[in-house]
């Protein structure tokens, strides 16, 4: 074998006998930087040059073949698609076989790579996709041709518009993958592989008639769709407009199976400048990097000593305590689940099997790995149980007298170099940490219900708690597969605290006369996934009060016997929401139906607090009242340092409140309706009703972006 490497490059060319190599090595995930690219386009024409080789072989080391382009390549002013594109067309088009090696997650411009071979071999495990969608835009290396001419235009279609990954025994099925090989005995996976790959193409290369070159580009695609295939595909599209990308896929599959391969790559190179240039896209790759920079913790030390995690401890089988229990039992991770007594056990355990088997019957799971996870949980009545875990959290009921017995008694009884983690939603983590009388172990764990579903972690970081601690919970997250941000300590932390004036303003706008359909619509016509009305009727109304009660305990309320007033009257009237069949609304099962009782509650309420009644509320006014103090609490937020970045606000409120990703969050989405905007509309408020709990006070890191031009998503 001999290799040659330019300077500083991460690719390599080497020739093993006739067969010529182009390795990849940019760790982590060997994308498609701008030196990458340049070192694909040296390495093929070392092999152009090299008449002597037989075939190419295309190879990237480590843990996944090409995952994908440089996404901060986008956004300089150079940006262009044309060199690689270039280079994937003379790859393509060359009279030597090329072979890709895949194995990991070949995804966006490394799938588009791999297509542009002309065969391509898998390991077993490898996943494919094309997942651009997810960050608004769509293949923009011929992608949208290639893949609908190698396996047609529905599944095509599918994967593109979904960004989900096929396996590689499905992609064989589907023609995407031309043979599954087995890794050869070796050092690592990638050098089995490449073993396996060259002696597969030699073996090729021996063939009777040797390797018939298949060009992606010249595939007609397989199978057929009906004749309103691309009609009904359009129509789905345009109900979605706030996500161009999915229309754009239409129009690319469309031209991959009725134009010519030149026409239809006109026409992507068309669409991927429209979507590149749409605010849905741009907020979607902010998410994109906002959600990599929440898990870098300012100050901690890179080579900080992590502390072991192999035994968890949940106190409490409740509905969240046994959702908790999921995400470890998931990954392997045995779990002591305690509960207070035999039947509450036999309950929280019974309802973990309940959704695990829901799961099966969906066809995600296997009845085995039901039986498997079930069989990581130990379920007692016994607190001593917990004395081997290495991390217990707790997740009782949202009372602060009852955490801190429990902390006590954690603090007791957990053994050194435990970590113990309150799940709280707005209680002060650093009483309860002080109650355990180790609070360097102890933190905040804010799961979101349902704990089993949602991907945000808000780790709530005490004002003692050990570096270590910290950064230990934060790997963990990621091996349960959530998105974790980190919040200082204050009431709510950072996504309650910040739905407070929200759901304050919602209150009040329903003792003023408009109706919580109307304040729904309007929320929800941002894009949310759920307008507040809706949202705390599922969570329950009792909740919400409890929280509001707690806080008013601990003096925490403003001197306004208005205040969540609405919230605390349906507490005391049973009407909890869905699940007593009344609250904001009534119910008929799920369904969520106008009540004329709520609005007589209403009106009573605006009677004792004197609160006049309105008949000329719009959707504007709505938007604004609820989504502007909102957005000044997280500027709020920000000032105090109770989050380290604007992003981490956006990554909390898109993947725990159903924030819409397309507006990247409320603070890139404040950016994007001008700071001047909302606080001229914050002041007008503040005139028009009065200010004397200072609910309309502007932020003052809000107050100075807007005066110099600056973004409130700026870094510091």
Not at 27 to 43: C, F, K, R
Request: charged share 20%.
């Amino acid at each position: 074998m001999t290799a040659s490497r330019p300077a500083a490059s991460p690719v390599s060319f080497e020739r093993h006998g006739a067969i010529g190599v182009l390795r990849v090595a940019n760790p982590p995930v060997n994308a498609l930087s701008p030196a990458t690219v340049a070192g694909l386009i040296t390495g093929l024409a070392a092999f152009e040059a090299d008449a002597s080789l037989l075939a190419l072989v295309v190879h990237a080391e480590g843990r996944t073949f090409v995952a994908g382009g440089d996404i901060a390549s986008f956004d300089l002013p150079d940006f262009s698609a044309t060199p690689y594109n270039s280079f994937l067309a003379r790859l393509e088009a060359g009279h030597r076989p090329v072979v890709a090696l895949l194995h990991g997650t070949p995804l966006g411009g490394g799938l588009e790579l791999a297509m542009a071979c002309h065969r391509r071999l898998a390991l077993a495990s490898t996943r494919l996709g094309l997942p651009e969608v997810k960050l608004g835009l769509i293949p923009g290396s011929l992608g949208t041709q290639r893949l609908p001419r190698l396996v047609g235009a529905a599944l095509a279609l599918d994967l593109m518009q979904s960004g989900r990954m096929i396996s590689a025994p499905d992609a064989l099925v589907a023609g995407l993958v031309d043979a599954l090989i087995e890794p050869a005995p070796a050092a690592s996976v990638d050098e089995g592989l490449l073993q396996a790959g060259l002696t597969a193409v030699r073996a090729m290369l021996a063939a009777p008639g040797g390797v018939a070159l298949r060009r992606s580009s010249e595939q007609v695609a397989p199978g057929t769709v009906s004749a309103d295939f691309f009609a009904k595909a359009h129509a789905a599209a345009a109900g979605k407009p706030q996500y161009p990308a999915l229309a754009g896929l239409v129009r690319c599959a469309e031209a991959a199976v009725t134009l010519s391969f030149a026409a239809g790559e006109a026409v992507e190179a068309g669409v991927f400048a429209q979507v590149l240039a749409s605010p849905a896209s741009a907020a979607m790759r902010h998410l994109f990097f906002a959600e990599r920079e929440a898990g870098k913790i300012p100050g901690l030390a890179k080579d900080l000593a992590l502390r072991t995690i192999a035994r968890v401890g949940i106190v409490g089988a409740g509905t969240m305590g046994g959702g908790i229990a999921m995400n470890f039992a998931n990954v392997g991770l045995p779990v002591v689940l305690v509960e207070a007594s035999a039947e509450a056990l036999a309950r929280g355990l019974g309802l973990v099997r309940a959704n695990y088997e829901a799961t099966a019957a969906k066809g995600r799971l296997s009845s085995a790995q039901v039986e498997q996870r079930m069989s990581l949980l130990q379920g007692s009545t016994d607190f001593e149980q917990l004395a081997d875990c290495d991390l217990v959290i707790e997740a009782v009921f949202e009372d602060m007298a009852l955490k801190k017995v429990v902390a006590a008694r954690l603090g007791r009884i957990c053994k050194p170099g435990a970590i113990i983690a309150t799940n709280t939603s707005t209680l002060d983590v650093d009483e309860i940490a002080e109650a355990s009388g180790r609070p360097a172990d102890v933190l905040g764990t804010h799961f979101f219900s349902p704990a089993n579903v949602m991907r945000l972690l808000e780790v709530v970081r005490g004002a003692k708690t050990a570096p270590e601690v910290l950064a230990t919970v934060m790997k963990l997250a990621g091996r349960i597969q959530k998105v974790a941000a980190v919040s200082g300590v204050c009431y709510g932390f950072i996504g309650n605290r910040m739905v407070e004036p929200y759901m304050r303003e919602t209150e009040y706008l329903l003792m003023e006369g408009a109706n919580p359909a109307q304040i729904d619509a309007a929320i929800e016509g941002l894009g949310l996934a759920m307008g507040p009305c809706r949202m705390l009727d599922m969570a329950g109304i009792d909740v919400g009060a409890k929280t509001v009660i707690e806080r008013g305990l601990a003096g925490g309320l403003p001197d306004d016997p208005s205040y969540r007033a609405l919230c605390r009257r349906l507490f005391e009237l049973g009407r909890f929401g869905q699940k007593t069949g009344a609250g904001y609304y009534r119910y008929e099962g799920r369904k969520p139906l106008p009540d004329p009782e709520l609005a007589r509650i209403s009106v009573e309420l605006a009677a004792v607090h004197g609160i006049a009644r309105r008949s000329d509320i719009g959707n504007a006014e709505i938007i604004e009242r609820l989504m502007y103090p909102l957005i000044n609490e997280g500027a709020l937020i920000l000032e105090e340092g109770i989050a380290y970045r604007p992003g981490d606000i956006d990554v909390i409120w898109t993947a725990g409140y159903g924030f819409p990703d397309h507006r990247g969050g409320p603070i890139f989405m404040a950016d994007a309706i001008g700071l001047p905007a909302i606080v001229e509309a914050l002041q007008r408020y503040s005139r028009r009703r009065g200010d004397a709990h200072g609910y309309w006070r502007v932020a003052p890191l809000l107050e100075r972006c807007a005066r110099e031009g600056r973004r409130l998503g700026a870094k510091a």
